[in-house]
């Protein structure tokens, strides 16, 4: 299993893919919004989650996403033709240990400030469904973004997330990438100047890098 993972990154997914056939495959408005109604009823059932339980999945996502970076860089640098495998590999890896150890003390939920000398109370509010948009990629990058995409959701899952708390599209598209930040209620733009200004021109809030 070892050597599969780290020698045929595409085969590895290509077998993934085939153990989640159940999964509707998004590639048109239709079940893009179906999608996101599910998304949404997941975020709804996750935000009366306490801090211990979001702990545990947080912890269980980057850890299965930490292990999974070599096979994800090469399946990067195959799928665009961009980029470096060692270079992705530290990437994947800042992205799944390192923010997870800079925010596995923050506080998320409920109460998460207090002050009882001037009698204040900071109380956190989930934002609600978030539109990063790496989860609908560039189509050379369809193949590891979703390969990550499921990697981060079974593992979530399997540590009490609610089913459905992470989507992607499998056909990006324009049209379904403007339908996406329309109905999120914050994005996360990762691209080009014009990918981000997109976002900023949405109406809706967003984190453009």
């Not at 935000?47 to 912890?59: S, Y």
């Not at 800042?94 to 506080?107: D, G, K, Q, V």
């Not at 499921?150 to 593992?155: F, N, Q, S, T």
């Amino acid at each position: 299993e070892e050597s599969l993972l780290l020698d045929n990154p595409t085969m590895k997914f290509r077998r993934m893919n085939m153990e989640n056939s159940n999964r509707t495959i998004i590639d048109s408005v239709e079940t893009l919004e179906a999608a996101l109604a599910r998304v949404k009823a997941a975020q709804s059932e996750f935000a009366k989650f306490t801090q211990e339980q979001v702990d545990k999945i947080f912890l269980a996502a980057a850890t299965a996403a930490n292990k999974a970076r070599i096979p994800l860089a090469k399946m990067a640098v195959e799928g665009t033709g961009m980029g470096v495998v060692e270079d992705k590999v530290i990437k994947n890896n800042y992205a799944a240990e390192y923010i997870y150890n800079a925010y596995r003390h923050t506080r998320t939920c409920g109460v998460i400030e207090e002050d009882k000398a001037y009698g204040i109370k900071k109380i956190a509010e989930p934002i609600g469904v978030i539109a990063a948009v790496i989860l609908s990629p560039h189509p050379r990058a369809k193949g590891c973004t979703a390969a990550a995409a499921k990697i981060v959701l079974d593992a979530a899952v399997a540590a009490g997330a609610p089913e459905g708390i992470i989507e992607w599209i499998d056909v990006p598209g324009l049209e379904l990438t403007n339908l996406l930040m329309k109905e999120a209620d914050i994005i996360l733009a990762t691209g080009g100047p014009g990918m981000v200004k997109a976002a900023y021109s949405s109406g809706k809030p967003a984190l453009g890098v």
